[in-house]
């Protein structure tokens, strides 16, 4: 049974003899669910589509079991620039990474990590923060990962704001996580990152447990270790690739159903996600987040007029598809009235 | 919010005041929750840890998070002899894949499908069955592979017992996952099978929704129909095998956690799975069932002093891992008062 502390709260606390629908209704009737979100079209779209689904009398009302959301995490759930922060995390283990060994040291693109080039790091592509992070995150079990992961995010912190990543998380979007929880929507994470990373501290930052979290996935080797006791252990191979078409793909491979709600915000792995759930007949929303707001957050990407980021990019034809296909576009500069709880 | 209608029911007709413990005291108060489990050890122990895992002032105690189950399904929760049931599907979609595809005619295991030869048939090994099934589930659509099966079974009958094979589900088993859920367990199919098969029924007859349902798993595939929209299909390559130790280094790739109860019945796909369940220094329950009732069910596997099964063996190296780990041992004959719900 998977039922979270404020749910079972919200619930017990109704008289018993309340419909789930109206239970569910006085949730959302408490406060405003969108504090953080402009008035404007962005909330609207949510608000009715939140309505809509969960009315049963609506043409669009989706049972419980059919409320399926998909969130992509870096640009999504919080922030990816100037560099992915599970990239981050490998980064900062190349060091140690290539002590352990030697032969890494002259190979790229671990010694442009270790010369120390700011600006040649950040313009590593995709493929090669993927092959620093295979082997950066493998030859343990995966309770030493596990625990290397929760030491890490417990200490660093993004050179920007100076604070823990996992405080840069964004708000509006944590509010709406919480609205569609409580209108029985089940939440995942779709994440063209580790899954493993994410699943660290998913619970504890987005309310969703591990199991909801799909990703790309090293291979895990079962053995057993010096004491003769069964292990499991992490593996230098992708068994799964979250990038591109690869996202939607192991979405359904891994939960065997199509989200009838996802955000996402890059072309590099959200795009083809979006396109399908806004392939639905039924009810549904695809909607991408805009990174317009250079002042409070950052600015990237052709579709905000700008050039091409290295991260995370919503490029021209990602823009032109949503448009064409009536995705909703969020933008952070309009839309967002605050965008990190610290800003109080 | 996975949340279950019997499970809200029981929720709130609660009084408002009631802690989530004692709500579930009381659910399982109601009556005997393991009615068709004979009195004797195995009941004893299955009662023994959930009062224990969930019983705050236990050592064994464990939060509402960490209680993850994980059940085998073939041989564990419903019949799986003399075939397995998904092999019944795909062996019955055969003659029209052959005549959609003349050249597999020719070509084992196909031809021996073709002959009709029953014996031949049921020796058919089990990497030889798996080819099978990748032809016979490949090349259409997720929504089309799922109407399929959704149409088979609501027609094909078990050839012994003339009925539905999801009626064929072991009624203690169907008593213990209610037991582990109204106890705040989260239930989780571990299969040898492919998930996307029994992700088709596992919500109405284990309760157990799609995205907790792992198992072997083959491509899916990103890609635009006639009409110009985004659909995925399925591919004839496997991505994750849960054959022996794949399962359970699967289960982890998929939900990144350790189960801590865990019910199987093959050395083929579950003895690494309870080898590494048993191999927690916490609260823990590792299961295996003996068919050992020829008369009311079925007999085999050496652990029974009787011959190899082609199908589901539990053979001698498991059954002494199991004596010697300490794991508890389901005995059919014994430990089950009633097998199927419609013994009455």
Same mark, same amino acid.
């Given at each position: ?89 490998? &980064?900062? #283990?190349? /060091?140690?990474? %290539?002590?352990?060994?030697? $032969? ?5 693109? !671990? ?120 292990? &499991?252990? #992490?593996? /230098?191979?992708? %068994?799964?690739?979250?990038? $591109? ?5 192991? !979405? ?93």
């Amino acid at each position: 049974m998977e039922l979270h502390r404020r749910e079972f709260v919200a619930l017990v606390i109704g008289s018993a003899t309340l419909a789930a629908e109206r239970a569910q209704a006085r949730v959302q009737a408490q406060a405003d669910p969108l504090a953080s979100w402009s008035e404007g079209p962005a909330k609207e779209a949510i608000l009715k589509f939140v309505r809509a689904t969960t009315d049963p009398a609506s043409p669009n009302f989706l049972p419980p079991d059919e409320r399926i959301a998909a969130f992509d995490q870096d640009g999504t759930l919080w922030v990816e620039q100037p560099l992915y922060t599970q990239a981050v995390f490998c &980064l900062d #283990r190349v /060091p140690a990474l %290539v002590e352990a060994r030697p $032969e890494l040291k002259d190979r790229k693109p !671990f010694s442009v990590v270790l010369s120390g080039d700011r600006e040649a790091i950040a313009k590593l592509n995709i493929h090669q923060l993927f092959e620093i992070l295979l082997e950066a995150q493998s030859g343990m079990t995966v309770e030493t990962f596990s625990a290397e992961v929760r030491r890490w995010l417990a200490t660093a912190k993004h050179p920007r704001w100076n604070r823990l990543y996992t405080e840069l998380v964004y708000q509006p979007m944590i509010e709406l996580l919480a609205l569609l929880r409580a209108n029985g929507f089940n939440n995942f994470i779709a994440t063209g990152g580790s899954a493993s990373f994410v699943r660290e501290y998913s619970a504890q930052v987005y309310d969703i447990p591990p199991q909801r979290v799909s990703g790309s996935a090293q291979a895990i080797h079962f053995g057993h270790g010096k004491d003769g006791a069964s292990i &499991l252990s #992490r593996e /230098p191979k992708f %068994v799964l690739d979250n990038l $591109e078409a690869g996202k939607i793909e192991n !979405f359904w491979l891994m939960y065997g159903q199509r989200p009838k709600l996802a955000f996402g915000n890059s072309s590099g792995d959200d795009q083809q996600m979006l396109e399908y759930v806004n392939a639905t007949s039924g009810a549904h929303l695809a909607a991408a987040v805009l990174h317009d707001d250079a002042t409070r957050e950052y600015a990237y990407g052709p579709a905000t007029g700008l050039p091409d980021s290295n991260v995370g990019t919503f490029n021209q034809d990602m823009y032109d598809m949503a448009l064409k296909q009536g995705w909703l576009i969020v933008s952070m500069k309009r839309d967002w009235k605050r965008i990190f709880a610290f800003e109080g």
